[in-house]
């Protein structure tokens, strides 16, 4: 089953991410409580998305041991391809998201972590950028369904 593993806020823009076990979502605008979420966040940024399958093999082609919140996407997923949802709509537990973008990884990342060769490593693989398009409450283990 496709699902949540994590959910990640970090209230400043240079801020620690937080891991929470739920977070009240509002449409148009992003998490609470995070620092994207906003009336005037681009649609396409509004939730980001990883999986944790692409994280764990950054870890295992690395021998890094980078945490699933050190990557400062919004929701960690597990069990389902992120790349194969471009441009749908799909749902996480109660909550309809549509996937505009592939959430690239840029530089920064990769001097924060000091990790050489992540942006390559995770070209096309670094998760979605989506819109929300309903409010709700995610919980950590909530399903995703496409």
């Avoid at 977070?23 to 649609?43: E, K, M, V």
């Avoid at 870890?59 to 919004?74: D, H, K, V």
């Amino acid at each position: 089953m496709a699902s949540i593993k994590l959910i990640c806020v970090a209230q400043e823009k240079s801020g620690q991410t937080i891991t929470v076990d739920q977070a009240r979502i509002l449409a148009q605008q992003g998490i609470d409580s995070d620092r994207y979420c906003s009336l005037d966040t681009p649609r396409e940024r509004q939730i980001t998305l990883i999986e944790s399958e692409v994280i764990d093999d950054v870890n295992r082609l690395t021998g890094a041991s980078l945490t699933y919140e050190m990557f400062r996407r919004n929701l960690v997923t597990q069990n389902i391809r992120l790349n194969n949802l471009l441009g749908s709509e799909f749902s996480v537990g109660k909550i309809r998201l549509r996937a505009h973008e592939l959430c690239e990884p840029c530089g920064s990342l990769q001097n924060r972590l000091q990790l050489d060769g992540l942006v390559k490593q995770l070209t096309h693989r670094g998760g979605l950028c989506c819109e929300i398009l309903d409010n709700g409450v995610l919980h950590v283990g909530d399903e995703i369904k496409t």
